[in-house]
């Protein structure tokens, strides 16, 4: 069951939330396998986030490497509100008209093949 997590930073500035994702980048952990969306929100000093999540289990995953870097860079993550996704909309993907296909597919036809 995907879950929504929100968490209301304690001392979590934009400087600290770029290092954050910088050390997340460095650990691997920068687009976590069942994290579907993210947003980082607020004042610059008090930054906040949102997350969904495909499951808790990924989530926690995820919080065994995030938290100690929030613990080295000082920030107290409080109490997270973490509660059920009842539904995600997500805007219809655009389609390519026609016209465009086709250059595409004449695109796709034009290259040379690989010699082996």
């Not at 860079?73 to 805007?91: A, C, N, R, Y």
Request: glycine residues 6%; aromatic residues 6%; hydrophobic residues 40%.
């Amino acid at each position: 069951m995907a879950i929504g997590v929100y968490v209301a930073l304690s001392g979590m500035s934009t400087d600290k939330y770029n290092e954050c994702t910088k050390r997340l980048k460095q650990a691997g952990a920068a687009h976590p396998p069942g994290r579907s969306y993210h947003a980082a929100f607020g004042p610059s000093d008090k930054l906040a986030v949102f997350d969904v999540w495909s499951s808790q289990a990924a989530f926690d995953k995820f919080g065994k490497t995030l938290m100690p870097i929030l613990q080295e860079l000082g920030v107290d993550p409080g109490q997270l509100s973490v509660l059920e996704i009842h539904k995600v909309v997500k805007p219809p993907v655009a389609r390519k008209s026609k016209k465009k296909k086709r250059a595409a597919v004449r695109r796709v036809k034009r290259r040379p093949a690989k010699k082996r």
